[in-house]
């Protein structure tokens, strides 16, 4: 009877471990998002543009790889936002060699040509076309279809050239050292460098943006 009962009390244990065994993937539930972590609160929030909204920019370099790997990504990601969210794209340029990046940003923007945005940088990362002067840059524009003329005169209007310069100080007021860069509300920032990975950091727009809501906006 021992060796009989010494089996069943090891079956007992065995079906007793069992019951409060939980995988581990059901124990640890979604991963936590932490300020100081998966995104950074500015010391200093910057003005919005728009009221009742939640304001996301991506700060980025049409030269930057890994812009250009989380394009796709975050385009999509804007398409499935509700009517309350409103996101924009600020071009950096780090230098003042990298400026014409910026005015071709918003000289395709001035003439409604912002769609081209993807294929510049496809151009300039599969391609290998650099694109930092103006001939270079209209020659490029123009085998797109846009006429090589409007587009110069919007690349080198006062307009353009002044849009270019204020990104560039507003990405010094929101301290980017690097992109791509998500800044929500003003004061959030994150970006796939901070947060980990792209899908991480896109989980923690999700979280920030549903933040602002809960905040009423603020």
């Not at 089996?7 to 079906?15: D, K, N, P, S, Y």
């Not at 581990?24 to 009221?51: C, M, N, W």
């Not at 230098?95 to 945005?117: C, D, I, T, V, W």
């Amino acid at each position: 009877m021992k060796p009989f009962r010494r089996l069943l009390q090891l079956g007992l244990g065995a079906v007793f471990a069992l019951s409060f065994f939980v995988p581990l993937s059901h124990a640890q539930g979604p991963a936590k998002i932490e300020p100081g972590f998966d995104y950074r609160i500015l010391p200093v929030a910057q003005p919005l543009d728009t009221k009742g909204k939640v304001e996301v920019i991506e700060f980025f370099w049409y030269g930057c790889p890994h812009c250009f790997d989380f394009d796709p990504e975050i385009m999509a990601w804007e398409k499935r936002q509700a009517k309350d969210v409103v996101f924009r794209q600020v071009p950096i340029a780090f230098r003042e060699e990298l400026m014409p990046h910026s005015q071709l940003f918003y000289a395709l923007e001035a003439l409604g040509k912002s769609n081209l945005n993807s294929k510049v940088m496809f151009a300039m990362h599969r391609e290998n076309k650099r694109l930092l002067n103006e001939n270079d840059i209209a020659d490029w524009v123009a085998s797109q279809g846009v006429d090589r003329n409007a587009f110069l005169a919007a690349y080198r209007s006062f307009a353009v050239v002044s849009k270019a310069r204020a990104a560039r100080q507003l990405g010094d007021a929101y301290r980017i050292d690097g992109v791509p860069t998500v800044a929500i509300q003003g004061k959030y920032i994150t970006s796939p460098s901070i947060a980990g990975t792209r899908a991480k950091a896109i989980a923690v727009m999700d979280h920030l943006v549903d933040k602002v809501r809960k905040e009423n906006y603020k």
